[in-house]
């Protein structure tokens, strides 16, 4: 009898103890499995958190018209949609001169006109082939007209709305945004040119080793001058201090600056000319293609600026069409008085001597953009255009990762009422 009862007290403590083994294999089990779950759903959060990529959502356009005195070229640039502190990093990516005179002349000629007004329109088709198709609504249009309208305006002001208005009428039927069309001030146009300038120098951004923008350390600014056919126009940066009515203040990448400009109209080489004859019976733009002529592109002294002035201006007509070459008679004929003028602009006007002459570097382009007002406009344009955020391209798409969170999630809840259950029941 005490056999039997010893007997049966031990298979009961050996199955008591089987039990509480496997109880414990149990627990451990779904200890295990949940904090497996909790890793998982930690996995996931930080894979899609950190691992998740940028794409940019392509480039943005912009048109300026630059309807000059004596010629219209239209520019097409582009920038990333996403922008650098609110301005874009712009380059000039198609150009296109129309044939003729400036807008200023219309309505001189008949005949000049329809030449002009076709080859103004086969510019934009040029323009509009560059631009993607769904771009086309989003891209901006601005025409700025400068010293040739400004001129007109003052004594014609009837024609010289016509003019704009029927520029407006033509470049608000294309498929663009079309923004304005309007005469600039000679101090816009002078503010617009120091920008171009500087942009183009790498002033205000430059390109790190990891391909990001940023401002330049200890990156100073240089000034502008621009010769037109109508007008000439000086610009520079100046103190924080400095107040009065050619005082302007710019916002570029996350910078103010504080520009000094002047216009002076009718003192572009163009108008010079004509007050010459009259009385006889941009740098670049006008300065460049001066200094193109006397072969003292870019930094050259003063004295090699006069020496072959003085030689250019000593051949006959003869000598000096076969020096220089592929030129119209128009524009070779006025290249000695262009570099008398120039001289003395430089010269008297600006007082550069021979010591600071120097400092003068006479361009049209950099990097195959152009040195033009235009791109200075654009870009303090584009802190107006609002910026594009970058397309998020997560590295697991959105359903998925939400299905997974839940299946984990719910896994875990479920483990985790199981081992509590387990746990009461194990140790009451």
Same mark, same amino acid.
């Not at 008085?337 to 400092?359: E, P, Q, R």
């Given at each position: 009898?005490?056999?039997?009862?010893?007997?049966?007290?031990?298979?009961?403590?050996?199955?008591?103890?089987?039990?509480?083994?496997?109880?414990?294999?149990?627990?451990?089990?779904?200890?295990?499995?949940?904090?497996?779950?909790?890793?998982?759903?930690?996995?996931?959060? /930080? /894979?899609?958190?950190?691992?998740?990529?940028?794409?940019?959502?392509?480039?943005?356009?912009?048109? /300026?018209?630059?309807?000059?005195?004596?010629?219209?070229?239209?520019?097409? #640039?582009? =920038?990333?949609?996403?922008?650098?502190?609110?301005?874009?990093?712009?380059?000039?990516?198609?150009?296109?001169?129309?044939?003729?005179?400036?807008?200023?002349?219309?309505?001189?000629?008949?005949? +000049?006109?329809?030449?002009?007004?076709?080859?103004?329109?086969?510019?934009?088709?040029?323009? *509009?082939?560059?631009? %993607?198709?769904?771009?086309?609504?989003?891209?901006?249009?601005?025409?700025?007209?400068?010293?040739?309208?400004?001129?007109?305006?003052?004594?014609?002001?009837?024609?010289? !709305?016509?003019?704009?208005?029927?520029?407006?009428?033509?470049?608000?039927?294309? %498929?663009?945004?079309? +923004?304005?069309?309007?005469?600039?001030?000679?101090?816009?146009?002078?503010?617009?040119? =120091?920008? *171009?300038? !500087?942009?183009?120098?790498?002033?205000?951004?430059?390109?790190?080793?990891?391909?990001? =923008?940023?401002? %330049?350390?200890?990156?100073?600014?240089?000034?502008?001058?621009?010769?037109?056919?109508?007008? *000439?126009?000086?610009?520079?940066?100046?103190?924080?201090?400095?107040?009065?009515?050619?005082?302007?203040?710019?916002?570029?990448?996350?910078?103010?600056?504080?520009?000094?400009?002047?216009?002076?109209?009718?003192?572009?080489? !163009?108008?010079?000319?004509?007050?010459?004859?009259?009385?006889?019976?941009?740098?670049?733009?006008?300065?460049?293609?001066?200094?193109?002529?006397?072969?003292?592109?870019?930094?050259?002294?003063?004295?090699?600026?006069?020496?072959?002035?003085?030689?250019?201006?000593?051949?006959?007509?003869?000598?000096?069409?076969?020096?220089?070459?592929?030129?119209?008679?128009?524009?070779?004929?006025?290249?000695?008085?262009?570099?008398?003028?120039?001289?003395?602009?430089?010269?008297?006007? #600006?007082?550069? !001597?021979?010591?600071?002459?120097?400092?003068?570097?006479? +361009?049209?382009?950099?990097?195959?953009?152009?040195?033009?007002?235009?791109?200075?406009?654009?870009?303090?344009?584009?802190?107006?255009?609002?910026?594009?955020?970058?397309?998020?391209?997560? %590295?697991?798409?959105? /359903?998925?990762?939400?299905?997974?969170?839940?299946?984990?999630?719910?896994?875990?809840?479920?483990?985790?009422?199981?081992?509590?259950?387990?746990?009461?029941?194990?140790?009451?």
């Amino acid at each position: 009898m005490i056999n039997k009862e010893s007997q049966s007290s031990d298979h009961l403590t050996t199955a008591s103890r089987r039990g509480v083994r496997m109880a414990k294999v149990a627990i451990a089990l779904a200890a295990a499995f949940m904090l497996a779950s909790i890793a998982v759903i930690i996995s996931i959060a /930080v /894979v899609q958190t950190h691992k998740k990529t940028y794409v940019s959502r392509g480039l943005k356009y912009g048109i /300026v018209l630059d309807a000059g005195s004596s010629r219209t070229t239209v520019y097409l #640039y582009e =920038w990333p949609a996403e922008k650098e502190n609110n301005t874009g990093v712009v380059s000039e990516t198609t150009k296109c001169q129309v044939e003729g005179p400036g807008i200023s002349d219309f309505g001189k000629n008949e005949d +000049q006109d329809k030449k002009t007004w076709k080859s103004l329109k086969d510019c934009m088709a040029k323009i *509009t082939e560059a631009i %993607p198709s769904h771009r086309h609504s989003s891209t901006p249009v601005f025409l700025g007209a400068t010293a040739g309208m400004r001129l007109l305006h003052m004594k014609d002001e009837e024609t010289s !709305n016509s003019i704009l208005k029927d520029i407006k009428n033509y470049l608000s039927s294309l %498929p663009f945004n079309f +923004q304005n069309a309007s005469i600039i001030s000679g101090q816009e146009e002078g503010l617009y040119g =120091w920008i *171009t300038v !500087n942009y183009l120098k790498g002033n205000f951004l430059e390109k790190t080793l990891w391909n990001a =923008w940023v401002h %330049p350390h200890g990156a100073k600014t240089v000034g502008s001058l621009d010769l037109g056919g109508a007008s *000439t126009q000086i610009a520079f940066a100046t103190s924080d201090e400095a107040k009065g009515e050619d005082i302007i203040k710019v916002s570029l990448y996350g910078y103010e600056y504080n520009i000094y400009t002047h216009s002076f109209l009718c003192y572009g080489k !163009n108008e010079a000319e004509k007050r010459v004859w009259a009385k006889l019976a941009k740098a670049y733009a006008g300065f460049y293609w001066t200094a193109w002529a006397l072969k003292v592109e870019g930094s050259k002294s003063m004295d090699t600026f006069n020496m072959n002035m003085k030689t250019l201006c000593s051949k006959d007509w003869k000598t000096l069409k076969n020096s220089i070459n592929n030129i119209k008679d128009i524009h070779l004929k006025s290249y000695c008085y262009s570099a008398n003028y120039v001289h003395s602009i430089l010269a008297d006007g #600006y007082k550069f !001597n021979t010591d600071n002459w120097k400092n003068l570097n006479f +361009q049209k382009e950099v990097n195959k953009t152009s040195i033009a007002w235009s791109l200075g406009y654009m870009l303090a344009l584009s802190n107006m255009i609002p910026a594009e955020g970058k397309i998020i391209k997560l %590295p697991i798409n959105n /359903v998925l990762f939400t299905g997974l969170l839940l299946l984990f999630s719910a896994l875990t809840i479920i483990t985790l009422t199981y081992l509590v259950i387990a746990l009461v029941r194990f140790c009451y």
